[in-house]
């Protein structure tokens, strides 16, 4: 079992940043690809950016060039840099962390970015 908790969100105007973090306890961090996903009001999750297990990223393509996902296997934490934030950023970001065939996810944090 792996348990997370999201933390770091807030409001902020648009074209400010934000961090997010995800904090891992319980299993086996360093083995884990982690995910971060978002859902606004009446809209599906959405994945916005993973980290695998040696450190390689991929974005959705809304994200590119503004959000940077790191990790910090020491600490068991996996953040969420959100640069030049637009109010279509606004949502519940969740972290999740993928083990073989297991998902563990976190209960979330709310973003909302103001125009």
């Known amino acids: 079992q792996v348990q997370l908790v999201e933390s770091g969100g807030g409001l902020v105007q648009a074209g400010g940043s934000l961090r997010l973090s995800c904090a891992a306890s319980?299993?086996?961090?360093?083995?884990?690809?982690m995910h971060w996903y978002r859902q606004a009001p009446e809209q599906q999750r959405e994945l916005v950016a993973t980290?695998?297990?040696?450190?390689?990223?991929n974005y959705a393509d809304s994200v590119k060039g503004r959000f940077t996902i790191s990790r910090d296997n020491a600490k068991n934490t996996v953040y969420l840099q959100m640069n030049s934030l637009i109010p279509e950023d606004t949502a519940v970001y969740y972290c999740?962390?993928?083990?073989?065939?297991?998902?563990?996810w976190g209960r979330g944090t709310q973003v909302t970015v103001s125009s």
């Open positions: 999740k962390a993928e083990y073989l065939v297991y998902n563990y």
């Open positions: 319980g299993g086996r961090f360093s083995g884990c690809t």
């Open positions: 980290i695998t297990t040696n450190g390689k990223t």
